[in-house]
């Protein structure tokens, strides 16, 4: 499991940047998106190995504990490669967020390892 509090988590600029990168891979996929009717794995893995779905949840958990701006600025960039791999993402990311509000217990439940 890769440690995604240690990747520059104090700069909201790399999760962006990430899905800048991976925004691109899914516009060039798009016809094999449409055609499987799902993201490739590999794809998806990039989404996960950069923290995309870990912006919202706490450090000391994993996560990158970045703002929920942050958040939206990585949603909107994903979306311009592919909507629905966009929404899928935010479902995951924004899920943590709602997590936070948990009594910390509940957060241990879900996150500890």
């Known amino acids: 499991m890769n440690d995604h509090s240690t990747l ?4 909201d600029d790399y999760p962006v940047h990430q899905a800048q990168v991976i925004a ?3 516009k060039d996929a798009g016809a094999d998106i449409e055609r499987a009717g799902m993201v490739s794995h590999d794809l998806m893995r990039a989404i996960r190995d950069a923290g ?3 912006i919202c949840q706490p450090a000391r958990f994993g996560g990158l504990e970045l703002s929920l701006l942050t958040c939206y600025e990585v949603i909107k960039t994903l979306g311009c490669g592919c909507a629905s791999t966009a929404w899928c993402t935010a479902i995951g990311a924004t899920s943590n967020w709602g997590l936070v509000t948990f009594p910390e217990q509940a957060q241990r439940d879900v996150w500890a390892e």
């Open 8 to 11: 520059i988590a104090a700069s």
């Open 24 to 26: 691109a891979q899914l």
């Open 52 to 54: 995309l779905t870990k």
